[in-house]
């Protein structure tokens, strides 16, 4: 039977322009070669490649009345995302992330004021009758859930008894690395993290030590290291690997498609070690495309791969 996966956190628009001609200076104009309009939030992004590795996928987030939540709600339908807990806000716009991609990183210019809104009281999952895993995305990101997901976590806890839960907690757009989360790792099953978010969270120096601590408070702790691969700690011991060689286009949503594999993995009942694999190959086959969820020749291929691999 397929399996059942909740996901609380951002949905946005992400608008992104890669094959850029030179970095953005005050005053001047950039031209750009190619633009691409995706769902992004990397809740959003990580419910659409759940959805497609063939994950029965929900997501909780909110949207505005407007264009480019419509345009949000049609294409993850589309990717048969279950969106009927997506909250709508009239009084708010969609947020939106406008990304400038190079090869080496990207700069961001995001308005996510809607996402931060969101409040506990708000998350009505009534109508949900089997819940296998729950996975929280942009942990700092979210701030109005602050002090609540433990309450989160219990409620959905007391109403699914063996549910699993998986958090990345991405980027501290504040750079202030804190909000009880501690406590919230504590709770969680799987932890994703990438290398500057580990050593911030840690308050470590070095990768390895960073993942050495945090793998104190959980069983699955994972450091994605970009172009590097990943470096982890599960109950069978650490592991790391190199990330394939790929025809680089845009990192947007790469550690995304990550966990989005490690979950299906996971929630497919292959060891952690294939998991990983799986996550591995689908934070490759991201960056080949433009977006993070990209478009179906991807997913195409993403299967093909996925299955190769597991033959
Ligand atoms: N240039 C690349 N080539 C091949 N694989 C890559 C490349 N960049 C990233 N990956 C894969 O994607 C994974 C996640 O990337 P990254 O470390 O950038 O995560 P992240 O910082 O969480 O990303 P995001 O910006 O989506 O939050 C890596 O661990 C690796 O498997
Ligand atoms: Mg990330």
Redo the contacts with the bound molecule.
Sequence with gaps: MKKNCLVIGDLNIDLIFSSLERKPVFGSEILSKEWFLDIGG?GGIFSAVLSKLGINTCIVSKIGSDYLGDFLVKKLKVLKVNTDFVIIDEKRNTGITVNLSYPKDKYQISSLDILISLREGEINIRGIDNLDHVHFSSYFMMSGLHNKYLEVISNIRSQFKSVTFSL?T??DPNNIWDGGLIDVINSMDIL?L??NEALNITGMSNTKNALEKLASYLEVVII????K??MAKIPEGYYTEK????N?RD????????DAGFIYGFLSGLSDEISLKI??LC??K??EYLG?VGNEKKFIELKESVKELLN
């Design positions: 990397s990345d991405n980027d994703f990438n290398e994605k290291l970009g172009k691969g990943y990330s394939l060689d790929v680089f990192s947007t949503g790469a550690g995304d498609n990550f996550a591995n934070g490759a991201s960056v993070g």
